[in-house]
């Protein structure tokens, strides 16, 4: 024999608790939700035989849920039944001109509710004069508006109090850039003093570790300048500051200096390249420090994401007078519920921020999460577009990404766009 399904909304764990008992030790399936929403989403997973709810939730009001349900037409004779504190006689009439058929109040009496729910079951419902049912349901919709009224101010106050937070966090991030890269330009003039020191070059030539030391240095300056180069550039784009430098660009051997850029990770990563630069155009009009950008983050991001001794295919075709170009791995992929997400500010696929890893070129490397939305600054400021195809993540089949850009050849002063 089946068991006939009860789902009891409510936000209280001692009356869960003893409602749940009791039905169950009576023969039924209890299922239980804590808030309002989450039991409309059980209801129309599991069209259960009865619902029961209380009327006082901290999300939306049990009147509100009878409303929301009864316009599925999968619960037009579903029995919904209110279990709430006692309260005057006009509390329940909205109750029930809400759609509720039955009104049981706390505290609740056992056999009661045990009665009450197989005549609920059996098609009973709670009977209310026609004129009380009219006036009931002019109150519920004048509380409705009420409460919609009260949300949307709600809602526009927080969503003041976010813009002037976003403000202020476009501003912190354009002042800490520049106040970062007015040490570090002192700390790369000095390195380079030390590098042109006569005695120091030469300790360097004869002294391994000394040459090592001066190298990490470098490296070190030389990346955190990336760094701040790219939170500036992400400042400009989060405010619609982008000016570009126009001029013809060789899009083939662009994409060959990036490339070479890479050399030393690809070659530790095995990771081979699939290039013809005959695919892509010679003269195309953009801001080529940009779109060298672009190119590496794109690139990078491929290297990132793909296993050791995969592979990355670059390829490029002309539409319309548009450049139409991808940067395809073998990599793990990425989940379809996060396609959408990749190209916001600071958003990382890093599953946990404690392992986050700094390196650019390592399986799973991290980075800001600044990448994808420079990309996608870059590309619309440009008058182009940018999309991502991956049927999902897997580490196992690695299903890969394509990132795919649409440029046109010739840029358009007068074409506004918005990054």
Not at 60 to 87: C, H, K, M, Y
């Amino acid at each position: 024999m089946t068991l006939r399904t009860v789902l009891y909304i409510e936000d209280d764990p001692a009356s869960r608790m003893l409602v749940e008992r009791a039905l169950t030790h009576a023969g039924y399936r209890v299922v239980l939700a804590e808030r309002g929403l989450q039991g409309v989403d059980l209801a129309r997973t599991l069209l259960p035989d009865l619902i029961l709810i209380d009327i006082n939730l901290p999300d939306i009001t049990g009147n509100e849920i009878a409303t929301v349900l009864r316009s599925d037409e999968r619960f037009a004779r579903t029995p919904l039944v209110a279990i709430t504190a006692q309260g005057p006689q006009s509390r329940q009439d909205i109750a029930l001109a809400a759609g509720i058929d039955g009104y049981l109040t706390k505290p609740i009496e056992i056999d009661q509710l045990i009665d009450r729910v197989a005549f609920y079951l059996a098609g009973g419902y709670d009977k209310i004069d026609s004129d009380q049912l009219a006036a009931a349901r002019v109150h519920y919709t004048q509380g409705v508006v009420s409460r919609l009224e009260k949300r949307i101010r709600q809602l526009e106050a927080s969503n003041e109090s976010l813009q002037k937070f976003d403000h202020l966090k476009e501003s912190f991030i354009q002042i800490t850039a520049h106040e970062l890269r007015t040490p570090l330009t002192l700390i790369f003039g000095y390195q380079r003093l030390l590098e042109d020191h006569a005695p120091l070059r030469q300790l360097a030539q004869q002294d391994e570790r000394t040459a090592s030391l001066l190298t990490g240095l470098n490296e070190a300056i030389t990346r955190m300048h990336k760094v701040v180069d790219e939170i500036l550039t992400v400042s400009r784009i989060m405010s619609d500051q982008i000016d570009l430098a126009i001029a013809p660009i060789n899009v083939g051997q662009l994409v060959e200096r990036v490339l070479a850029s890479y050399t030393e990770a690809m070659r530790d990563r095995r990771l081979t390249t699939h290039f013809n630069i005959g695919e892509w155009p010679r003269i195309l009009q953009g801001d080529t420090d940009l779109l060298r950008l672009l190119l590496a983050n794109l690139i990078g991001n491929a290297i990132k994401y793909t296993p050791d001794g995969g592979d990355i295919y670059l390829s490029a075709s002309i539409e319309n007078d548009m450049l139409v170009f991808s940067v395809r791995d073998t990599g793990i992929g990425i989940d379809v519920a996060e396609q959408a997400r990749i190209f916001d500010h600071f958003y990382t696929l890093q599953d946990d921020v404690l392992f986050h890893s700094t390196s650019k070129t390592a399986f799973g490397g991290g980075g800001l999460g600044l990448g994808l939305s420079v990309c996608r600054g870059i590309v619309e400021a440009h008058g182009g577009t940018i999309s991502v195809k991956s049927s999902g993540r897997c580490t196992v089949n690695r299903p890969g990404t394509t990132f795919t850009v649409r440029l046109p050849l010739v840029f358009e002063a007068s074409k506004p766009h918005q990054a």
